[in-house]
C-alpha cells in the first residue's frame, strides 16, 4: 500500500484525483486543450517499468548464492 493514497487522507486525495481527471475529460471534450499525462507519457511510463523489471530480474540473476 502507498501511504499517501490509504493513511488517513487517502479517501480524499483518491476522491479529488478522480474529480479532477473528471473535470480535465469534460473540458477535453467541449474542445479545450488536453490536460495531463497522454498516450505517449503512458507508453513512456510502461517502458520505464519494463526497464526496472528487467533490471531487477537481471540483479537477481547475477547474486551468487
Same mark, same amino acid.
Given at each position: 500500500?502507498? &501511504?499517501?493514497?490509504?493513511?488517513? #487522507?487517502? *479517501? %480524499?486525495?483518491?476522491?479529488? =484525483? !478522480?474529480?479532477?481527471?473528471? %473535470? $480535465?475529460?469534460?473540458? @477535453?471534450?467541449?474542445?479545450?486543450?488536453?490536460?495531463? #499525462?497522454?498516450?505517449? *507519457?503512458?507508453? #513512456? @511510463? !510502461?517502458?520505464?517499468? %519494463? !526497464?526496472?523489471? *528487467? $533490471?531487477?530480474?537481471?540483479?537477481? =540473476?547475477?547474486? &551468487?548464492?
Amino acid at each position: 500500500r502507498i &501511504p499517501f493514497v490509504w493513511g488517513a #487522507a487517502g *479517501d %480524499e486525495v483518491f476522491h479529488a =484525483a !478522480l474529480a479532477a481527471q473528471a %473535470e $480535465a475529460f469534460a473540458a @477535453a471534450v467541449r474542445g479545450a486543450e488536453p490536460a495531463g #499525462a497522454g498516450a505517449t *507519457d503512458a507508453v #513512456a @511510463a !510502461l517502458r520505464s517499468a %519494463e !526497464l526496472a523489471r *528487467d $533490471a531487477i530480474r537481471e540483479s537477481r =540473476a547475477s547474486v &551468487p548464492g
